[in-house]
């Protein structure tokens, strides 16, 4: 039997810039580098944004093989 440990990872938390909607009645926000436009429009609700910072968790970067793809290919000999 195999016991399986949750561990809970803590990710760290950094001052992250982002842009937040000027709506007050809005709470719409994006991270400033998910941003492809220069000044970036609310998606919830059309209205400019402007520039902020929150804390929010590191991004950590899952280009690379995050999954390890078990592909296991014999290389078959024929004969
Ligand atoms: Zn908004």
Redesign the pocket.
């Known amino acids: 039997m195999f016991s399986r440990k949750k561990q809970i990872e803590e990710v760290p938390e950094q001052l992250t810039a982002i842009w937040q ?1 000027t ?1 007050d009645e ?1 709470n ?1 926000w994006m991270r400033e580098e998910f941003a492809f436009e220069a000044e970036p429009t ?1 998606r ?2 059309a ?1 400019p944004m402007q520039r902020n910072s929150r804390m929010l968790p590191m991004l950590v970067n899952t280009s690379g093989d995050q999954r390890a793809i078990k592909l296991s290919i014999p290389n078959g000999n024929p004969g």
Do not use: A
């Open positions: 909607c709506n809005c719409g609310c919830q609700c209205s």
